[in-house]
């Protein structure tokens, strides 16, 4: 037997709301501040947004390099633990 779940318009217009707040309000891996309002950690509006696709039981969609990785100072390459 299969099983469907229905969802009503409100729900998914609230849903694609959310993940523009979650596509848009990114916690940098740099610096640790959201990429849109610039405050520390993850902001409020994105732990509105989590909190809507938890309580949906849905997951939302993932875009890599978001968090900017590139960002991050890097070392340059060594030549292991015993480089001279």
Do not use: N
Request: hydrophobic letters at 30%; one cysteine or more.
């Amino acid at each position: 037997m299969t099983t469907t779940t229905y969802y009503a318009m409100t729900a998914d217009t609230q849903l694609a709301e959310a993940q523009h707040l979650l596509d848009t309000h990114v916690t940098s891996s740099a610096d640790g501040r959201c990429v849109e309002c610039g405050i520390p950690g993850p902001c409020p509006k994105r732990e509105t947004a989590v909190v809507m696709f938890s309580r949906t039981l849905r997951l939302p969609r993932r875009q890599p390099g978001a968090t900017r990785p590139d960002a991050i100072r890097r070392l340059p390459p060594s030549d292991g633990w015993f480089g001279s």
